[in-house]
């Protein structure tokens, strides 16, 4: 991902993040799964954090691509890559 996909990225997310109301409940659930999910999603970088939220937020990704400019298939590629991440260490 280069600087202006980066920054793009960035700046979506934060309007989304302005955009979002959540409940300060969502959370509080202290299951064994639960925590090793919050665990997961600490170890991801900016970047992989970013594409999660534009993903849930779009539930698609040629959306996605369209905004970053790069190809749908980059987009499910590196969703997959974040999600598979996230399962292995949540096993």
Known sequence: ?????????????????????????????????????KISL???????RALLYLYAEMHSFRKMSELLGVSHMTCYREVSRIVKQIKMECL
């Open 42 to 48: 600490t170890h991801l970088n900016e970047g992989e």
């Open 1 to 37: 991902m280069n600087d202006d996909e980066l920054q793009r990225l960035r700046q979506r997310v934060a309007e989304m993040k302005d955009a979002m109301i959540v409940s300060k409940d969502i959370f509080c659930d202290d299951s064994p799964k639960l925590r090793k999910l």
